[in-house]
């Protein structure tokens, strides 16, 4: 099927299978493989994206649901000369090890700074409930949401 | 495999008389199924954007949830945190938050799931579900409805809940075994009316205990007519983990879930509003 996809800002012309996942083409025939592939099951939130504005699971999404919706990967958020304040304070502070989950994190990050610009460290723990780290034992990963939160305030 | 995103319910449902067609909601369940080859719909009825099952508003003393409400919504509606407090506690423990927006309280009860962790909350809450098929529309208690097997008939889309304002007080809680984890191991839901300190009238239902959420109007019967005091809290307690013991007989997981319901039952309790 023919479908019509917004991603980073840019409109995609795409020819689909109607149960292909969101995930999947993201990956597969847009290239933008920052989005990461755990479980397969909307456990780990390695795959996480925005979908207008909100943090969904790619792998539980359909392409073709998609379609009409604003999206954005990680690689929309920012580059590497331009970073997000989340990109800049997650190296800076050692919240990445692996790097797996990290696209996720910073998206559900991300979604959480966008409405709420100072949250506390139960509200953080809270919007990133649905991303599991194997490294770094979140410490870190709180501690730069709200050095980025701060950054962001400024 | 055919996909289509109707405009509207009359359509949806038209659409659902194609052989081998499903209704898809947020797909976080849906979409998982197909993938493991545990459902292989010919047709995907795509009606998670319908704007009519997407409204939560009140009409005169009911609420009306359309079914492609997410527990996202749910949980951000001050309308229900004020007057359908059950759910909106569903509303927040279900899921991460990525499952939360995508996942939708239709979508919650057309899985038939036994750990779905709204359908506690709307059965206390007393919620009617309106149906709507080519034979048309069909309103019945969701108490009634789930004892149907199988719940849906091909071609039926749940279309919208009711839930009756009556100025109860509802609350509730769950056991899972990650906080983000989409699945409730146990949950309770709470729903009563008190008139001083006198328990006037009372609805209990669980989840993930047995094959369906279901009530308990047995052991709500021996709480109404008292005192909403200590003694009260703790007998409830007691009586929820007898019930729950006698359910599940001889399931594994009957020891622990008959002793974990009383944990759970205090919370629920707990959160009751004022």
Redesign the interface.
Known sequence: MNIELRVNEQDFRLVVEPDERLLDVLRNRLGLIGTKEGCGEGECGACTILMDGKAVNSCLVLAAQAVGHELMTIEGVGDRLHPHPLQKSFVELGAVQCGFCTPGMILSAKALLDRNSQPSEEEIKEAMSGNLCRCTGYDKIVKAVQRAAEEVAR | ???F?PRSVEEAVTLGQSPGAAF?G???DL??Q??QGKVNPQC?I?V??LAELKEIRRNGDVLELGSMVTF?EVSDSNLLQDSARALWLAGQTM?????R??ATIGGNLGNGSPAADAIPALLALDAEVCLRSQAGEEVISLAVFLERYPLLAPGTLIWKFLVPLRGWQSGFAKLGRR????IARLSVAVALKTEGETVMDLRVAFGAVGKRAFLSPALAARFIGRELDVHWRTEMISGSQELVRETLKTRASAPYKAVAVGGVMHQALMLLQE
């Open positions: 495999m055919d996909y995103r898809l947020g797909g976080t979409v998982l197909m993938r995907l795509d998670h954007n996202s899921g991460s938050p990525a499952i927006n995508q906080r983000a984890l989409a």
